[in-house]
């Protein structure tokens, strides 16, 4: 038994609820395409690996409600099928196109084909096009623990002053999870890990035992902690908080010590859907519009336009070598820790799931290393979740976490700022209304009204993503961001005015419906 201390790795998978039936093809939907192909099918792949193998290890992964209603909605599986078959006659393409230009290019797109007509394989063979299902039997099997959100990852703490929004938020999210997974989540993943000292009620009222803060929240908590961020804390109210820790998460994500930076690997920015003539691209495109297609052949190099070709089994070196580093890392932090700890310490170490394999290409085998490494190679920690951790050690430190987010500064500031500052005055009139509606019809039994509160709370829900305010801080797809949040807020004003009224105009909330069609057993009273 390893009892100087533990690691839970903490995987966050979620996209924005991106779906619009009424276009073919949509430019953002392939950013779910890209996460199946380049993040969800290869952790599928390790975790069936792990669990073939009898590795002994075990980690935690939020799947959002966004997301799985985007892996399991017939018009996205299917354009997603469409979008696999094109992006295979493209490498196969370039395959032929390159064969008398030199080995490394031409192993380049043959690498390329047998990938990803494995990725089509595994996708329609072995997982038979359910990804969400896929990872439930590694969750069944006891090698992974699947985690909630809030139902739409909205920004909790700008809810504060609508209290009855970030409740229905977490209570939303909660049912979709049991309606996904036949069961109760226990964690719950804070959108941003921003949290406000409020939601310890609704987290409670959710029955939700654990969460994750970062450090700061921790640190800057009442009392102070006694173990630091190296041990759970229990809040008032009850529920357990673990608190992300800094070290682990620098070496994989700093831009200057982080390994994904490491000239070996292949280089994000440099995509044939940029670099081939235009020509060469049209069938997978299908418009004259640029984009990322996946095929990428330089590796970073360095800061310079004149990248060198990627090498695959360089790069699967640096993975090997970086695995290594972190696991030795750990055991010197884990082994350092016990010394000043009467219980043994646990480092959390959480970490968006699409770095692994869609921005670092090499994350997934970097990850699968690791965990073989530090299960086989090492006896100074073990793998847990926090939800094995608490079950082990159910004395702990009280303490009131401070306010607090993982973004930039610590506080709220990617999330409310010149550029999006805007959106939280439309979003906290559109809660306020929709309390005000679900007070009003909360014995509400007529089935029309039924469906206009409904729609209304699906579109306020859209609107509070907080990947909206993100993207309008970072400039990337700034214009779509904008455009959704007052799409979603003009449908729920109309369907608000109808609700007053009483007049519903039955061609308007069918269209709402059938595009926004997210949360089909949505409970509205919970705004009441």
Not at 96 to 117: D, K, P, Q, W
Not at 168 to 196: M, S
Not at 250 to 258: I, K, L
Request: proline fraction near 5%; charge should be negative.
């Amino acid at each position: 038994m390893h009892e100087n201390g533990y690691l839970a790795l903490v995987l966050h998978a979620h996209l924005p609820f991106v779906r619009h039936p009424e276009h073919d093809p949509f430019l953002e939907e392939d950013w779910l395409y890209e996460a199946i192909t380049e993040t969800y099918l290869p952790l599928l792949a390790m975790l069936d690996g792990l669990l073939r193998d009898g590795v002994d290890a075990c980690l935690s992964l939020t799947l959002t409600p966004p997301l799985c209603h985007m892996l399991r909605d017939a018009l996205l599986m299917g354009r997603y099928d469409a979008h696999l078959d094109r992006l295979i006659e493209l490498a196969r393409q370039e395959q032929e196109c390159t064969r008398h230009l030199g080995a490394e290019i031409s192993g380049l797109n043959g690498f390329y084909v047998t990938r990803l007509e494995g990725c089509r394989d595994a996708w329609q063979n072995r997982w038979k096009r359910d990804i969400v299902g896929a990872f439930n039997q590694f969750a069944e099997a006891g090698i992974l623990e699947i985690i909630t959100c809030a139902a739409t990852h909205g920004f909790l703490p700008m809810m504060e002053v609508c209290p009855e929004a970030m409740r229905a938020q977490v209570l939303i999210g909660r049912d979709h999870y049991r309606e996904t997974f036949g069961r109760d989540p226990v964690g719950i993943w804070l959108p941003e890990c921003a949290y406000v000292p409020s939601l310890d009620a609704v987290l409670q009222e959710a029955n939700l035992r654990w969460f994750v803060i970062d450090s700061h929240g921790m640190m800057f908590g009442s009392p102070r902690p006694r173990y630091a961020i190296y041990a759970p804390g229990f809040t008032p109210r009850g529920p357990a908080v673990f608190a992300r820790d800094r070290d682990s998460s620098r070496q994989v994500w700093s831009a200057e010590e982080g390994y994904p930076g490491d000239p070996a690997y292949r280089d994000f920015y440099r995509d044939a859907g940029f670099d081939l003539p235009q020509q060469r691209l049209q069938k997978f495109l299908r418009n004259d519009l640029r984009r990322f297609t996946g095929l990428k052949y330089h590796r970073i190099t360095g800061a310079t336009d004149q990248k060198d070709w990627y090498r695959r089994d360089w790069a699967l070196g640096a993975a090997d070598h970086h695995a290594g580093h972190f696991m030795r890392a750990r055991q010197e932090q884990i082994r350092s820790l016990r010394e000043h700890m009467n219980v043994p310490p646990v480092v959390l170490s959480p970490f968006d799931a699409e770095l692994f394999g869609h921005w670092w290409f090499e994350g997934p085998e970097w990850l699968n290393g690791f965990i073989r490494k530090a299960a086989y190679d090492q006896r100074d920690f073990r793998f847990t979740t926090p939800t094995r951790y608490l079950s082990q050690y159910n004395t702990h430190q009280l303490i009131a976490p401070a306010a607090s987010s993982w973004g930039h500064k610590g506080y709220w500031e990617v999330w409310l700022e010149e550029s999006n500052a805007w959106i939280y005055p439309h979003l906290h009139s559109a809660a306020r209304r929709m309390t005000e509606l679900a007070r009003r019809y909360i014995s509400n039994q007529c089935p029309r009204m039924e469906r206009v509160l409904s729609q209304a709370a699906r579109e306020l829900l859209l609107a509070q993503s907080s990947d909206w305010a993100f993207l309008m801080k970072t400039g990337t797809a700034r214009a779509y961001a904008v455009r959704r949040t007052e799409e979603h807020i003009h449908r729920f004003n109309r369907l608000y005015e109808q609700a007053n009224s009483g007049v519903v105009d039955e061609a308007f909330l069918a269209q709402c419906e059938w595009r926004d069609n997210i949360f089909p057993n949505l409970c509205w009273r919970y705004y009441a």
